[in-house]
T-cell receptor, first 112, second 113 residues
Framework: QKEVEQDPGPLSVPEGAIVSLNCTYS??????FMWYRQYSRKGPELLMY????GNKEDGRFTAQVDKSSKYISLFIRDSQPSDSATYLC????????????FGKGTLLTVNP | DTGVSQDPRHKITKRGQNVTFRCDPI?????LYWYRQTLGQGPEFLTY????????KSRLLSDRFSAERPKGSFSTLEIQRTEQGDSAMYLC???????????FGDGTRLSIL
């Protein structure tokens, strides 16, 4: 079992839909959780950065962390064609353990 | 803030050749990371520098790979005697400290003929 599991999709939604992306993890020591967006042939771009459990909102994006269930989510409201990309969840222990462990990424297409 | 810069963006080489990639981190970021990403996978950690000191190397980094960060500024990643399995996107990231998010460059895509 990989440390971080993420459904690779692909996921296809109509413009304006609410998108839900999820990751599960097995290492209970993970404390910092990130979502990155990656367009084709580009590097990952940081979208959300959260510490510990709870919700964090930034514009159309909401990140949720449930440490008791070892489950994180990213919600995208009013999705746009420009949101079409691969979404990667990432996490690390923090402190002296800086290595990011990534999911495989979910390929999202938002159709106009 | 000009972001993390990587050069070249794409490198095509024949099997057995040596290649070198460069990464310029965000200025004043003292931590620099290298990752490798293959098609359909998330990035995997290769190595990490704090200033000029290389503090950790993944077991993915065979002895054909070497990374340096002279003077704690830019970094280079060299692969000697390239193999087909080295074909991947090599990503560089930087951060101010380990509890701050890592920011990535656009990577160097390596293709081995």
């Amino acid at each position: 079992q990989k440390e971080v599991e993420q459904d690779p999709g692909p996921l296809s939604v109509p413009e304006g839909a609410i998108v839900s992306l999820n990751c599960t993890y097995s290492n209970s020591a993970f404390q910092y959780f990130m979502w990155y967006r990656q367009y084709s042939r580009k590097g990952p771009e940081l979208l959300m950065y959260t510490y510990s459990s709870g919700n964090k909102e930034d514009g159309r994006f909401t990140a949720q962390v449930d440490k008791s269930s070892k489950y994180i989510s990213l919600f995208i409201r009013d999705s746009q064609p420009s949101d079409s990309a691969t979404y990667l969840c990432a996490m690390n222990v923090g402190g002296s353990n800086y290595k990011l462990t990534f999911g495989k990424g979910t390929l999202l297409t938002v159709n106009p | 803030d000009t972001g993390v810069s990587q050069d070249p963006r794409h490198k095509i080489t024949k099997r057995g050749q040596n290649v070198t990639f460069r990464c310029d981190p965000i200025s004043e970021h003292n931590r620099l990371y290298w990752y490798r990403q293959t098609l359909g996978q998330g990035p995997e950690f290769l190595t990490y520098f704090q200033n000029e000191a290389q503090l950790e190397k993944s077991r993915l980094l065979s002895d054909r790979f070497s990374a340096e960060r002279p003077k704690g500024s830019f970094s280079t990643l060299e692969i000697q005697r390239t193999e087909q399995g080295d074909s991947a996107m090599y990503l560089c990231a930087s951060s101010t400290n380990s509890n701050q998010p890592q920011h990535f460059g656009d990577g160097t895509r390596l293709s081995i003929l």
